[in-house]
């Protein structure tokens, strides 16, 4: 064959494929195009503009951003009613979801004495080793039940005050539950007593941080009342308690819904409180109240399970005999009843002149029976209100001019002499003076039979039926300089005063700890004492001994704004050089760092010679050898 035929066929073939693969490129440029504008049609059709499509041979490629997922989800369905479903490539993202509200945080704190657990929810970020640290030194205890949990959001505003706020109060209430978030801070917790229940709300209340609203569910137990009192009185000025114990709410509850039968209106403080003398108590306080209700007037006192009710001036002897008679008959058993008619002092000839005063143990003066006249009276009231107080004087004595001269002499030796006791009455009669009660002075007794003697002579006849209680001595019932070191230093057992990390500053954990310290200085008497400052051995000696020597001062400073008399204390630092345990281990560097106070006892005397004590000895000294002197001298005159 031919070279130009060969040329001729080979061309052909060439040519074929050439418009071949044209075509083939047209065919598939076609298809794109076809499916590009068919799926941008139908996706516009349903507002899913924001889709971008371009085709790469049969695939139909979806990008752009979708508003949700859900639009997403529409565009790739749409675009698979469009070309096979297979041939849909998704390319899209998904507009970025608005962040997630934040969680509630929250802590619940649950401490008895020493044993605390904590569950809730914190922020990832909240040093978390910082609040397991601080709460062990709280109660003493490494091994801190932790269930929390975290979550990576950013610390609300508010809850690092609420953390502090919350584990303050922890260290106060030593049975306590704790709920804290960042705005609000719950407390439920049982204190010790009812007094010591007011002072931490007291102290919780102001050292609150402004913002964060705080709640407060602290129980105490009933106090023991002792003797079981209460005086319920009806006179010119209407119906009243003096003092009202209770045993249960209930009990109260009958208490004053009699009182109020009897006129009583207003609020009324009525304690509820252990040691009744009997389950029955209610019941015999509210029929005594009604017996003073039916005889229109007078008094019942209660101490225990003696009742003494005593009329008003000139009820009628009968109408008397049946009311007493009636509560004696319905009073349970344990009661015992001393009813005592009062004469009307308006008639001379309804008994003998009679002056009494009682000192209540709150205080109140309550002045009845006869005066001379309305200047005596005034008299009685203003030296009375000089001896115990304006607010708890009550003048309720009448004026009888038949009474003797001096009268007015014997009534104000009775209330001087009153004024020395606790609690008690003075009884005056033309006859006689009787002073009895409770005092705390031992000498009360012979001081008032001296008062007495002197003003009425020595023989006036009068009796004094004194009764010393220790627990009235405001003396003897301080603590010893002893028992105060002995206290303080149990309380530092339990709960070290601790400092912010390379400061003087209290932290805010160890306030409660001086509040105790200070409750036990006000018992105490007075006394010398040493605050000392101690740290580890870390760091230079002295910088240690300027830190432990501030950090005294500052405890010094701190007891001294909780009006401790501080006058007699001192503040020193010592550094690293007394050390209680090993510089080796962190345990011992934590024992090192520390606060002591003790007592600072007397050095013991030491006898020093004195100048005359020197000078007689020198004498005697002196007059021997002068006399060893003479002999000498004498033999000498012998010899020659």
């Known amino acids: 064959?031919?070279?130009?035929?060969?040329?001729?066929?080979?061309?052909?073939?060439?040519?074929?494929?050439?418009?071949?693969?044209?075509?083939?490129?047209?065919?598939?440029?076609?298809?794109?195009?076809?499916?590009?504008?068919?799926?941008?049609?139908?996706?516009?059709?349903?507002?899913?503009?924001?889709?971008?499509?371009?085709?790469?041979?049969?695939?139909?490629?979806?990008t752009g951003t979708a508003p949700s997922e859900a639009s997403r989800f529409l565009a790739i369905s749409t675009a698979g009613t469009v070309v096979d479903a297979a041939r849909v490539i998704d390319e899209m993202d998904v507009e970025a979801l608005a962040a997630l509200a934040a969680p509630r945080f929250s802590i619940e704190i649950l401490r008895n004495e020493n044993d605390v657990s904590l569950i809730g929810l914190i922020p990832a970020s909240a040093d978390r080793e910082d609040l397991l640290s601080r709460l062990a030194r709280i109660s003493n205890d490494d091994e801190i039940a932790d269930l929390l949990e975290s979550a990576d959001y950013d610390i609300p505003d508010g809850w690092d005050n609420a953390v502090d706020f919350g584990l303050e109060a922890l260290e106060a209430l030593p049975r306590s539950k704790i709920s804290i978030d960042a705005r609000r801070v719950t407390i439920t917790a049982m204190a010790e007593s009812e007094a010591r229940k007011l002072k931490v709300e007291a102290r919780l209340k102001r050292d609150a941080p402004s913002g964060l609203r705080v709640g407060f569910d602290i129980s105490s137990p009933r106090p023991v009342i002792t003797p079981f009192t209460l005086r319920f009185l009806q006179d010119e000025t209407g119906p009243r308690f003096d003092t009202c114990s209770a045993h249960t709410e209930e009990g109260r509850s009958k208490i004053l819904g009699a009182a109020r039968k009897a006129g009583l209106e207003g609020e009324v403080d009525c304690r509820i409180?252990?040691?009744?003398?009997?389950?029955?108590?209610?019941?015999?306080?509210a029929q005594s109240i009604a017996a003073i209700a039916e005889l229109n007037g007078g008094s019942v006192t209660f101490s225990d399970a003696d009742i003494t009710l005593v009329s008003a001036p000139g009820v009628d002897q009968r109408a008397f005999d049946r009311v007493v008679g009636a509560l004696e008959n319905s009073l349970p058993d344990v009661f015992a009843l001393h009813a005592v008619l009062t004469p009307d002092p308006s008639d001379p000839g309804q008994g003998p002149a009679e002056f009494v005063a009682t000192l209540s143990p709150e205080g109140l003066v309550q002045l009845n029976g006869r005066l001379n006249d309305e200047i005596v009276a005034q008299t009685a009231e203003s030296f009375a209100t000089a001896r115990f107080g304006s607010a708890t004087v009550s003048n309720r004595a009448r004026t009888d001019e038949t009474l003797p001269s001096e009268w007015?002499?014997?009534?104000?030796?009775?209330?001087?002499?009153?004024?020395?006791?606790?609690?008690?009455?003075?009884?005056?009669?033309?006859?006689?003076?009787?002073?009895?009660?409770?005092?705390?002075?031992?000498?009360?007794?012979?001081?008032?039979?001296?008062?007495?003697?002197?003003?009425?002579?020595?023989?006036a006849r009068f009796s004094v039926d004194v009764t010393y209680l220790e627990k009235l001595d405001p003396i003897a019932s301080l603590l010893t300089p002893e028992e105060c070191e002995a206290k303080i230093a149990d309380i530092l057992k339990l709960r070290k005063i601790t400092f912010e990390p390379g400061s003087d500053t209290v932290d805010a954990a160890s306030l409660g700890t001086l509040d105790e310290i200070s409750e036990v200085l006000g018992n105490c008497t007075e006394l010398r004492m040493e605050i000392a400052g101690h740290t580890d051995s870390q760091g230079r000696e002295i910088m240690n001994e300027a830190l432990s020597k501030s950090r005294a001062l500052a405890v010094l400073n701190a007891l001294r704004?909780?009006?401790?008399?501080?006058?007699?204390?001192?503040?020193?630092?010592?550094?690293?050089?007394?050390?209680?345990?090993?510089?080796?281990?962190?345990?011992?560097?934590?024992?090192?760092?520390?606060?002591?106070?003790?007592?600072?006892?007397?050095?013991?005397?030491?006898?020093?010679?004195?100048?005359?004590?020197?000078?007689?000895?020198?004498?005697?000294?002196?007059?021997?050898?002068?006399?060893?002197?003479?002999?000498?001298?004498?033999?000498?005159?012998?010899?020659?």
């Open 408 to 459: 007015p002499l014997r009534v104000l030796s009775g209330l001087e002499a009153l004024s020395l006791l606790s609690n008690g009455s003075a009884r005056v009669t033309a006859e006689d003076i009787t002073i009895s009660g409770n005092t705390g002075s031992t000498s009360a007794r012979s001081d008032i039979s001296k008062l007495l003697s002197d003003k009425l002579g020595e023989g």
């Open 561 to 640: 704004d909780r009006r401790v008399p501080t006058s007699s204390f001192t503040a020193e630092g010592y550094g690293e050089t007394r050390p209680i345990a090993t510089n080796d281990t962190e345990e011992g560097r934590e024992a090192n760092r520390r606060i002591e106070i003790t007592l600072v006892r007397p050095e013991p005397l030491v006898e020093v010679q004195t100048t005359l004590e020197s000078e007689e000895q020198t004498g005697a000294s002196g007059t021997t050898d002068q006399a060893a002197d003479d002999d000498a001298a004498t033999s000498e005159g012998q010899d020659q």
């Open 1 to 62: 064959m031919r070279v130009s035929s060969l040329l001729i066929l080979a061309g052909t073939f060439a040519s074929a494929a050439l418009l071949s693969l044209i075509a083939a490129r047209f065919a598939v440029t076609l298809v794109e195009e076809t499916s590009e504008y068919s799926v941008r049609q139908s996706l516009d059709a349903k507002s899913l503009t924001w889709a971008e499509v371009y085709a790469d041979g049969l695939q139909v490629v979806l």
């Open 273 to 285: 409180g252990l040691g009744v003398p009997s389950p029955h108590w209610s019941d015999a306080a």
